[in-house]
């Protein structure tokens, strides 16, 4: 489903050149549930944000889907990718002015959901995670863990076939922490693609396969 031949991602910061991704060649089949790890800066977000078609290679191949993206443009980019692929951050950005289930129902602005079947979704997904009681409070009357599952409620209510997740524990304690890595497990069991870009060893073996990285290679 998700392929990387040779591909090469560099920043230009005035005379100084940083290669973020060095020749990854890297297969993530549908239906996998993979954890990125490696130290600050190697080249985790990066290799995440062009999975998620937020960012484009300069050298090589990315293949989503069966079809290489690399240079797209990034409007092809935002067509493929709506409804396709949730993101869940560590910080879980929600809007504070929104109420929980409008949070949520942001995600499904741009797709061709009627009112109903958005107010349906919504209720349905926030039920799912244990969240609907908090429908009508904002984002600052929940805890960090309840904030976290109205973030995956978000990622998850256009159905997407791939789900990003960018340490998604790391604001969270540890009894929270284990609450998101299980609905992970939940949602990969109903097979939804995971890919999860972790710092800790404990969530990266929850994972069914585990890449490093290192200076933006393999290893």
């Given at each position: 489903m998700l392929k990387f031949v040779n591909t090469t991602k560099k920043f230009i910061g005035g005379e100084v050149i940083t290669t973020a991704l060095n020749n990854i060649n890297l297969e993530i089949g549908a239906g996998e549930y993979v954890a990125v790890v490696g130290p600050s800066g190697c080249g985790k977000t990066t290799l995440l944000s062009?999975?998620?078609l937020l960012d484009t290679p300069d050298g090589g191949e990315y293949w989503f889907d069966g079809k290489n993206v690399a240079g797209w443009t990034?409007?092809?980019?935002?067509?493929?990718?709506?409804g396709r692929i949730g993101f869940i951050f560590q910080s879980f950005n929600l809007i504070e002015e929104?109420?929980?289930?409008?949070?949520?129902?942001l995600a499904l602005e741009y797709t061709s959901a009627s009112v109903q079947e958005r107010r349906e979704r919504?209720?349905?997904?926030?039920?799912?995670?244990?969240?609907?009681?908090?429908?009508?409070?904002?984002?600052?009357?929940?805890?960090?863990?309840?904030?976290?599952?109205?973030?995956v409620a978000r990622a998850l209510v256009t159905?997407?076939?791939?789900?990003?997740?960018?340490?998604?524990?790391?604001?969270?304690?540890?009894?929270?922490?284990?609450?998101?890595?299980?609905?992970?497990?939940?949602?990969?069991?109903?097979?939804t693609?995971?890919?999860?870009?972790?710092?800790?060893?404990?969530h990266a073996a929850r994972?069914?396969?585990?890449?490093?990285?290192?200076?933006?290679?393999?290893?």
């Amino acid at each position: 489903m998700l392929k990387f031949v040779n591909t090469t991602k560099k920043f230009i910061g005035g005379e100084v050149i940083t290669t973020a991704l060095n020749n990854i060649n890297l297969e993530i089949g549908a239906g996998e549930y993979v954890a990125v790890v490696g130290p600050s800066g190697c080249g985790k977000t990066t290799l995440l944000s062009i999975i998620g078609l937020l960012d484009t290679p300069d050298g090589g191949e990315y293949w989503f889907d069966g079809k290489n993206v690399a240079g797209w443009t990034e409007n092809r980019l935002n067509e493929l990718r709506r409804g396709r692929i949730g993101f869940i951050f560590q910080s879980f950005n929600l809007i504070e002015e929104l109420s929980v289930e409008e949070n949520v129902d942001l995600a499904l602005e741009y797709t061709s959901a009627s009112v109903q079947e958005r107010r349906e979704r919504v209720a349905s997904m926030l039920d799912k995670l244990g969240v609907a009681h908090r429908a009508k409070h904002r984002p600052s009357q929940l805890s960090g863990g309840q904030q976290q599952r109205v973030a995956v409620a978000r990622a998850l209510v256009t159905r997407p076939a791939v789900l990003l997740a960018d340490e998604p524990t790391g604001n969270l304690d540890s009894a929270h922490g284990e609450e998101v890595m299980e609905l992970l497990r939940q949602i990969n069991e109903e097979g939804t693609t995971i890919v999860m870009v972790t710092h800790s060893p404990t969530h990266a073996a929850r994972a069914k396969r585990t890449v490093g990285l290192l200076d933006g290679a393999i290893v």
